[in-house]
């Protein structure tokens, strides 16, 4: 059972742009929300995280915005840059991390 | 101040071998945790281990697949007779006591099953 799903599969932004991940869950258990990026060939970096008592929380230019009663969240990336083509994956955790299926992010010079 | 360590970072095994991965938790560490990633997929969880305890197996294969974190040494994920179907990512990450939901994971084994 994915119980926690993410959005779009893919995504191609051009520098300076913003880029949006979006991820929803299912399980009201869930209390910690992570995300992380995985460059090829490493293994997934935390990247910022929010419980679900904070609607927003920021980090240079990485933003999560949080929807409890839509028990949806979201990952915005300002100001995209070409090294921040990863893999991104949003997480939650209950008693175990449980992962989204990953957005791969392209960002054109 | 090395980070989760794990060993080898490249696996090749032809069917019906044993497998042996490696990981060994950032110091100060006591929870580890394993994942398989396949190709173009997520991290799907495996096996939840504290020291010389396994917390939470859910995730592994009833047959093949054990998982140890002893009280001395790295935790080590054994596939026993691999078959094609093995060859994946596999993921190791710790986390603190007192911060459990921060997990840092490792670069990962590559197992290659021929």
């Known amino acids: 059972q994915q119980q926690v799903k993410q959005s779009p599969q893919s995504l191609i932004v051009q520098k300076g742009g913003i880029s949006i991940i979006n991820c929803a869950y299912e399980?009201?258990?869930?209390?910690?929300f992570p995300w992380y990026q995985q460059f090829p060939g490493k293994g997934p970096a935390l990247l910022i995280a929010?419980?679900?008592?904070?609607s927003e929380k920021k980090e240079g230019r990485f933003t999560i915005s949080f929807n409890k009663s839509a028990k949806q969240f979201s990952l915005h990336i300002m100001d995209s840059q070409p090294g921040d083509s990863a893999t991104y994956f949003c997480?939650?955790?209950?008693?175990?991390?449980?992962f989204g299926e990953g957005t791969q992010l392209t960002v054109n010079p | 101040n090395a980070g989760v360590m794990q060993n080898p970072r490249h696996l090749v095994r032809r069917r019906g071998q044993e497998a042996r991965l490696r990981c060994s938790p950032m110091?100060?560490?006591?929870?580890v945790y394993w994942y398989r990633q396949l190709p173009e997929e997520g991290l799907k969880f495996m096996v939840y281990?504290?020291?010389?305890?396994?917390?939470?197996e859910s995730g592994m294969p009833k047959e093949r697949f054990s998982a140890e974190f002893p009280k001395e040494g790295p935790s080590i994920l054994r596939i026993q007779q691999v078959v094609r179907g093995d060859s994946a990512a596999y993921f190791c990450?710790?986390?603190?006591?007192?911060?459990?939901?921060?997990?840092?994971f490792g670069s990962g084994t590559q197992l290659s099953v021929l």
């Open positions: 990450a710790s986390s603190s006591f007192t911060e459990g939901e921060k997990l840092f």
């Open positions: 110091k100060g560490h006591s929870h």
């Open positions: 997480a939650a955790i209950s008693s175990r991390l449980t």
């Open positions: 281990l504290q020291k010389e305890n396994i917390i939470d």
């Open positions: 399980n009201t258990a869930f209390d910690y």
């Open positions: 929010i419980r679900p008592d904070v």
